[in-house]
């Protein structure tokens, strides 16, 4: 039994009342609109035998007739005056949802359009929903369901180990903690894709996947996982990350790079499934990362960090890479909207860091100028799930709920995530980037280039021999390389 496809009734996140303010904070999103209908109860579901059963409850008859036309015009002969009255409520039940009418009165929104939907590089082309559900598990609305229930949902906690902050000592992240909870979403798709594959979904019973399982016990909320809120706050102090307060994506992806560099180089971090299985590459030009422009790929330092992270092992490793932007002033400039739509369809794609001004979501697909996310904005018990517990209630790590903003409306701070398993796939993300650039009419979301003088150092000075191409490590400037492959500022280009 599933969930149909639809639209989530809107969250705090798309309440006209909320603060213009990309950094007001969850706190005012909270306090001027109402909290979401499943805050408190969990997300509402609509069975598909759900609306079955009301229609068979109006109309007892209504798979019998050959026809509407020939039902009608023998329900008076045919039928009792009560079976009539039933038929014409079943109608009147058809449209209502036919509008969408029935899945707002169940507590959801209407059905998705049959327009195509781009959902983390998987193209679903949806018909126009049925009348009545036809419970064919085939279809592309169910796979596409599939595939969305699958994502690893994570949101809001309370009751947690609490935080170690001399000013606040939390142990809940309600009203402030919604960028960490949408950058943890984003980055355990990557794990995900990376140890399972993207056509991976979530069985419906147990026992679980044991590399499952590992990834979500590193998300977990306590200091003992090693990408739990505790240890990103830690990571991000520098760039203004603090319990009880809010930050952007760019301060987001930088706290990542910091945890991960220094998770690597713990004496302890021994062990593969407590490390980052891939090397990250933030992909920005700016110290501030709020002035706007479009950021660098640099091919060379891409190589030199996988050389790096591979310490002489191979001469690629799987990459991660986080593109924080900026793209307006107080509004999204509207000339971007179909290139962000369209790093959808690149098979490496992540989705998207970000929402509506102070209130970020994780986006992770699209269709027509409609952004469909998973929303952090619920408040759950916190759970901790053992490494090895094949067992565990992964529930609260999943919904079915489809929420959907306009892409107008975005914030125009965000951050586009991409995962390259390997050589090739970095190379073909390269290609999709750089054509996707020629198409943006001189303002590219971001820009690929083989190398950049003079690059800035963050690691150690490596051999270069062991890059892929040979050559290509011999084009760096080792002594002016950031370990994140950043470009300096003057590469910036300002809006």
Known sequence: MTSLPQRGAAPPSDSPSLSPSSHSGDAAAASSSSPAPEQNSGPKQCKASLLSSVLAVFDPDQGSSSSPSSASSSAGSRL??????????????????????????????????????????????????????????DSE??????????????TYRKGFDAISDPKSKLTTDVNWGCMVRSSQMLVAQALIFHHLGRSWRKPSQNPCNPEYIRILHLFGDSEACAFSIHN?????????????????????????????????ERPEAVDRNENFPMALYVVSGDEDGERGGAPVVCI???????????????????????????????????????LLKETFTFPQSLGILGGKPGAS???????????????????????????DNLEADTSSYHCSTIRDMALDLLDPSLAIGFYCHDKDDFDDFCSRASELAEKANGAPLFTVVQSVQPLKQMYDQHDGSGCSGG????????????????TGEDEWQIL
């Open 80 to 137: 009792p005056a009560h079976a009539s009255v039933s038929h014409a409520w079943s109608r009147v039940l058809r449209r209502i949802v036919g509008d969408g009418s029935m899945w707002r009165l169940l507590g959801c929104a209407r059905a998705l359009t049959d327009a195509d939907v781009w959902f983390l590089g998987k193209c679903y082309k949806l018909s126009s929903p049925p009348e009545e559900p036809s419970g064919d598990s």
């Open 141 to 154: 609305h169910a796979m596409f369901l599939e595939d969305f229930s699958s994502r690893i949902w994570i």
């Open 232 to 264: 990103l706050l830690e990571a991000g102090k520098s760039y203004g990350l603090a319990a009880g307060s809010w930050v952007g994506p760019y301060a987001m992806c930088r706290a990542w790079q910091t945890l991960v560099r220094t998770s690597r």
């Open 300 to 338: 060379d330092a891409a190589a030199q960090l996988c050389y790096d992270f591979n310490k002489d092992q191979s001469t690629w490793s799987p990459i991660l890479l986080l593109v924080p932007l900026v793209l307006g002033l107080d509004k999204i400039n509207p000339r971007y909207i179909p």
């Open 361 to 387: 979501t994780y986006i992770a697909g699209v269709q027509d100028d409609r952004a469909l996310y998973l929303d952090p904005h619920e408040t759950q018990l916190a759970v901790n799930i053992a490494s």
């Open 471 to 486: 050559a290509m490590a011999d084009n760096i400037d080792v002594e002016d390389l950031d370990g994140s492959g950043e």
